[in-house]
């Protein structure tokens, strides 16, 4: 997801050096979009990946 979110933001920047605002905008809401998910969900698997190795370590 991670790579999505950076490949976005790549169109989206050219897209906005080309003069294709709409289409860079969207784009660029799309991966901030795409990354605030990412970053969640990691922080919930870490977390679940915490707790199961605590539980094997008892």
Not at 14 to 20: N, P, R
Not at 43 to 54: C, D, E, N, S, T
Request: charge should be positive; glycine fraction near 10%; hydrophobic fraction near 80%.
């Amino acid at each position: 997801m991670f790579g999505w979110a950076i490949t976005l933001a790549i169109i989206a920047l050219v897209a906005a050096i080309l003069g294709f605002g709409g289409i860079a905008g969207a784009l660029a809401d799309i991966a901030i979009i795409i990354f605030v998910i990412a970053l969640v969900l990691s922080l919930i698997f870490v977390f679940l990946g915490w707790k199961a190795a605590k539980s094997v370590l008892k």
